[in-house]
């Protein structure tokens, strides 16, 4: 076989087909359990242009990866990043490119969903911890409830299929449980429940105090409804299941329940680091060989060898009162 043409495959026999690209750390909200509220932003040399962006995806698809969902930071604050999902459509039309999505704070969302529902984006995950405009304000600290409704609803005139993302936040969003489910129900968005994740320093928040176990929320959400677990997979780390009315919710659990035996997926950084975990800070350097040749040979040998070192799965653990495997990367540099 040729070996430019063989499929990603890891130590562990998982072939790699979803690669998360984060396109940039910038964003317009300072969300309190991802970034302090004075953020230092990467030098803009340090980051990938758009053609290398371009680029480094093209060789992915090449390699086997299928679905491709563009996060940040918030990447649609990226500029000129349409050129970069109109470049990605070409894949799609070739059909080497099953699914073109991104993760995104909703704030853009009024100005670009016709542009990505044109670019061939059929889905997007926004993410969303409130329906409460002072609690919205408090907690992204910048943003504004009104703009990213406006955004859902724009995503969902131009024909996206919308999923929210909430983390979960004890003391915080407790309260809004059934509220936000019902609210994802009359709309008919899916809506996923994460655990915070223990990416960076925030400044005075408490991880464990922010720490809300899904394995709770949960039994709050069966006290109302009768939820039937679901065998399905939309290639990310999610268990899902179904209430009565068909809605769906899935539970993204990083922390009480470890998910990484089916884990099909790497992440690369607005600065071209892979890291194929998480929740490990062990990563390769793409930027390199990218910039070093105009071959894509060497940036392809340096994809395989960084898939070889993908560990079997991640560290995180609360399970004593203390953030153990804490990154000390922020997650707006790693990529939702």
Not at 25 to 30: A, G, I, K, Q, Y
Not at 201 to 230: C, P, V
Request: glycine letters at 8%; one cysteine or more; charged letters at 25%.
């Amino acid at each position: 076989m040729d070996k430019s043409a063989a499929p990603l495959i890891d130590p562990f026999a998982r072939a790699i087909r979803y690669l998360r690209v984060s396109v940039t750390d910038r964003c317009d909200f300072r969300c309190v359990y991802c970034m302090s509220e004075n953020m230092t932003f990467l030098p803009k040399k340090d980051l990938l242009t758009l053609e290398e962006l371009d680029r480094l995806c093209s060789a992915f698809v090449r390699l086997g990866v299928e679905k491709l969902r563009i996060t940040g930071g918030e990447p649609l604050v990226r500029r000129g990043i349409m050129t970069f999902f109109d470049g990605m459509s070409r894949h799609l039309a070739t059909g080497a490119l099953k699914e073109l999505t991104l993760t995104t704070n909703g704030s853009q969302l009024e100005k670009f969903a016709k542009n990505l529902a044109d670019a061939g984006v059929r889905r997007i995950n926004v993410s969303l911890d409130t329906l409460d405009d002072t609690k919205f304000a408090e907690i992204t600290r910048w943003g504004r409830l009104s703009q990213v409704l406006r955004g859902i609803d724009a995503a969902q005139a131009a024909g996206l299929r919308v999923k929210i993302n909430t983390v979960a936040l004890k003391g915080f969003n407790e309260d809004e449980l059934h509220t936000l489910t019902d609210w994802c129900a009359s709309r008919d968005m899916d809506l996923t429940f994460i655990e915070v994740m223990p990416m960076g320093d925030i400044g005075n928040e408490n991880r464990i105090g922010q720490y809300w176990s899904l394995k709770d929320l949960r039994a709050e959400l069966e006290s109302r409804h009768r939820l039937t677990d679901l065998p399905l997979s939309t290639g990310g780390p999610a268990r899902y299941v179904q209430f009565e009315n068909g809605q769906k919710v899935g539970f993204i659990t990083p922390l009480s329940h470890n998910f990484c035996e089916s884990c099909n997926r790497v992440r690369i950084t607005c600065t071209g680091e892979i890291y194929t975990c998480l929740g490990q800070e062990g990563h390769s350097d793409l930027r390199a060989p990218l910039r070093a040749s105009e071959a894509d040979a060497p940036l392809e040998d340096a994809i395989r060898a960084a898939i070889a070192l993908k560990p079997k799965g991640h560290d995180f653990d609360y399970t004593r009162q203390e953030v153990a495997g804490q990154m000390t990367r922020h997650m707006s540099h790693t990529g939702g």
